[in-house]
């Protein structure tokens, strides 16, 4: 949706930080983990609001 919207940059910062997440076994009981989804969306959010390109 967002790169659809031209915002091709956030989209590729949500992208990347779902897939760090993921790979650290942050993930909720459907896939394997023990996360409950708010858990797994602080992870996401953390490493978006974290990032090199985060406002201050």
Known sequence: MLDY???KHESAMIFNALQETV???NTTYDL????RTS???ECIM???EGGP???P
């Open 5 to 7: 919207l031209g915002l």
């Open 23 to 25: 790979a650290e076994g």
């Open 32 to 35: 394997g983990g023990a996360l």
């Open 39 to 41: 858990q797994v969306t």
């Open 46 to 48: 953390e490493k978006v």
């Open 53 to 55: 390109d985060s406002a």
